[in-house]
């Protein structure tokens, strides 16, 4: 009897390759500031996939305790006004010709931005779930956006900074929502050097009970 065996469809070498592309992606993942960011508009069609990957996070009980704010056009400079606003007296301590400088420069700094994304946690009000599960869920959504903006070579951050949680909370948030915070998201230029941060070895964070 010749018996005829099915070849596999995964291959191993495919199989290896996509691991690797996958840990490619997440160790490539960095912060890039805005400074950095050359000024091009992000596909409407893209910018949707990054806002659904987002939404594929894993949340306990299916609460998808996230809801986001995209900031195009003019709200790039209302966002530079507010902060050169926000900060006006930060700076008492400089000559008024670098108080002026600092100030200009945090009205100028998202305009290079392709846009902003406000980050707000939506509490469930009928399941009563730890704010702190909420809040990691609502991570888990934004690092999902940034390893798809990786994967498209498409910089992005995460502001938690007082003036980006308070200027999104001033657009219409409920008693069961707060504010997280700013992305930004922006091209980059090819030439831009990569991240030269180290991890710690995996021996000093993990151990092994067998």
């Known amino acids: 009897m010749i018996i005829k065996r099915k070849p596999s469809k995964i ?15 997440i160790r490539n993942r960095r912060s890039i500031y ?5 000024k091009k508009e992000i596909p409407k069609k893209l ?4 806002l659904i990957n987002a939404t594929w996070a894993p949340n306990h009980k299916m609460t998808e305790p996230w809801r986001f ?11 530079g ?16 010709e670098a108080q002026k400088e600092k100030l200009n420069y945090l009205r100028n700094y998202p305009l290079k931005a392709a846009c ?8 469930n009000t009928k399941i009563n779930l730890p704010e702190w599960e909420e809040i990691a869920a609502v991570s888990s959504a934004v690092q999902n956006i940034a390893l798809t903006c990786t994967a498209h070579k498409v910089g992005s951050y995460w502001s938690t900074k007082d003036v980006a949680i308070d200027y999104v909370a001033e657009f219409g948030l409920v008693e069961n929502e707060k504010s997280l915070g700013l992305l930004y998201l922006g091209y980059y230029p090819e030439s831009l050097k990569s991240s030269k941060k180290k991890r710690t070895p995996l021996s000093k964070k993990v151990i092994y009970l067998e």
């Open 81 to 96: 006004e507010y902060m050169a606003h926000y900060y006006k007296d930060f700076y008492t301590e400089l000559s008024p």
């Open 116 to 123: 902003l994304i406000g980050v707000i946690m939506v509490r």
């Open 11 to 25: 291959k191993q070498s495919d199989s290896s390759y996509k691991l690797k592309k996958i840990s490619k992606n």
């Open 47 to 50: 910018l949707d996939e990054i």
């Open 34 to 38: 805005a400074n950095e960011f050359v």
């Open 69 to 79: 704010i995209v900031f195009k056009g003019k709200y790039l400079k209302q966002y």
